[in-house]
């Protein structure tokens, strides 16, 4: 027997997180200032996005035994996700320092899941995408808990460690019912057994089936949703931050290798499930919004509702659909940065998490409030802002393969969810102002990051041309 040194050159911006994540470990152990652990993580994720622009190519590669692929959708998917990493990092400044959490374990947790993230970003074997998704999901229980004097952040950390390991069962259970219909946990193999018409698909029906609800609780989707809100409000601020925001982009690229990569054959199975769960998600994350007074919870409905416009464009099984699908994952990923990133701002040693918080925010700090009231009416899909052009993507791709009922659904339930958004514009600038007004301290590095967070979603809204033509790119070039 000999061992075949794979090519490791793909696997270059992973073997360097994970480095720098031990790095981080050790220097925080070492030293006493705490800087070092904040400088090291941002650092890291930089030096992984040059390495990722180094080694990327044209041609798709395959290393590890077929094991991991480096290719377009990869590459553009990875960079998203240490620009969102990053920036979490640098608004969760302010708020870790004031809870006595500007430590090196969130730093290093931080980059423990940003590993998972890539990790499941370039899978294409099963048990890879299983390592990844575990990397993250273990990562995000412990960040969540972080704050070990805090009841309902321990508590919010049991229900997610909990759900996620049922989740977990779902999908290893839908994986093992895969192998053994195909014999292979190769995605590119699962596809041609897939593809050859083998009468006895029962059980790959079966497998389907369990794979679809576990892809379902990862994204947050109705009705596997129910981990979102409780784990949303439960959560320090900065833990949410980092949750609602880089994950998604590594869900969507874990539904698209399962999915698309590997189970593309058997559309005719899936389509029907992602339906069913767009349509719940639609209904019951914009109705339960509506009912919210706390604004983290409402947000985290407006992600279930978000994640079902991601879904409607997958089901569609189409180019259009997939680069549709992509371009929403990555503009929203844009907003609740944003969002969260406003929220984490203003608490600073406390939590400034109640609708009522926020009332008569522009009478003391209007630009927070204009950035705000962005992001805002971008989720609430009107021009010129950038939820606008996303959402039209998926409306068109959806009408385009024939599913004209979910598109008017999805415009109907859009309608719905606007109140709930406006409702916060509402607040900040025609309630009178709060007794107390909100007490942080301004930081020229996150208020400046903010700004130009909040001026991406306008910029991208007016010129969607160069992000939309990157997405089509990279999927045409992961479908060949």
């Not at 189970?263 to 992602?274: E, F």
């Not at 409402?298 to 992600?303: D, E, G, H, I, V």
Request: hydrophobic share 55%; net charge negative.
């Amino acid at each position: 027997m000999t061992f075949a040194m794979p090519d490791l050159t793909p696997a270059l911006p992973e073997i360097f997180v994970l480095t720098m994540a031990c790095v981080v470990l050790i220097v925080d152990v070492i030293s006493n200032e705490r800087i070092w652990g904040y400088v090291l993580t941002l650092l890291a994720l930089l030096g992984a996005a040059a390495l990722t622009l180094i080694t990327a190519e044209q041609q798709t590669q395959f290393t590890f035994g077929g094991q991991y692929i480096a290719d377009a959708m990869g590459s553009v998917l990875k960079l998203m996700t240490y620009l969102a990493a990053i920036t979490a990092v640098v608004y969760s400044r302010g708020y870790l320092a004031g809870c006595n959490l500007f430590r090196g374990e969130y730093f290093s947790l931080a980059l423990f899941a940003t590993l998972g993230m890539m990790v499941m970003i370039s899978a294409n074997h099963f048990l890879v995408l299983y390592i990844g998704l575990e990397l993250l999901s273990l990562s995000l229980y412990a960040m969540v808990a972080l704050h070990r004097d805090s009841a309902q952040a321990t508590e919010a950390a049991m229900k997610y460690f909990v759900l996620g390991a049922l989740a977990s069962g779902l999908l290893l259970y839908g994986m093992s019912l895969i192998y053994g219909f195909t014999g292979s946990l190769d995605l590119d193999t699962i596809r041609n057994v897939v593809e050859s018409d083998r009468p006895d698909r029962l059980v790959l029906v079966f497998g389907i089936v369990f794979i679809v609800a576990g892809l379902g609780f990862k994204l947050g989707v109705a009705p596997f949703h129910m981990w979102v809100p409780d784990i949303y409000q439960g959560a320090p601020t900065a833990v949410t931050l980092f949750i609602g925001s880089a994950p998604k982009l590594a869900a969507f690229a874990f539904a698209m290798r399962l999915l698309v990569n590997g189970l593309h054959p058997a559309v005719g199975d899936w389509q029907g499930m992602l339906a069913v769960m767009a349509a719940a998600s639609l209904a019951i994350g914009n109705l339960a919004a509506i009912m919210q007074t706390n604004l983290k919870r409402m947000l985290a409905y407006s992600t279930i509702s978000h994640m079902g416009f991601v879904l409607l464009g997958m089901l569609s099984g189409t180019l259009a659909g997939y680069t549709g699908a992509m371009f929403y994952a990555i503009t929203y990923v844009l907003m609740s940065l944003g969002t969260f990133g406003i929220i984490t701002y203003v608490s600073q040693g406390q939590e400034v998490e109640n609708l009522d918080d926020y009332r008569g925010l522009n009478a003391s700090h209007p630009w927070l409030a204009a950035l705000m009231a962005m992001l805002m009416l971008s989720m609430t899909g009107l021009p010129p802002f950038v939820g606008f052009y996303a959402k039209l993507t998926i409306l068109q791709a959806l009408i385009g393969a024939g599913w004209l009922w979910l598109a008017v659904l999805a415009v109907f339930f859009s309608l719905i969810g606007a109140y709930y958004y406006l409702r916060v514009i509402k607040l900040m600038y025609f309630d009178s102002p709060r007794e107390v007004p909100l007490s942080f301290t301004p930081s020229g590095e996150i208020g400046g990051l903010l700004s130009v967070n909040g001026m991406a979603v306008l910029l991208l809204g007016i010129l969607p041309q160069p992000l939309l033509a990157l997405c089509i790119n990279a999927m045409q070039s992961s479908l060949q």
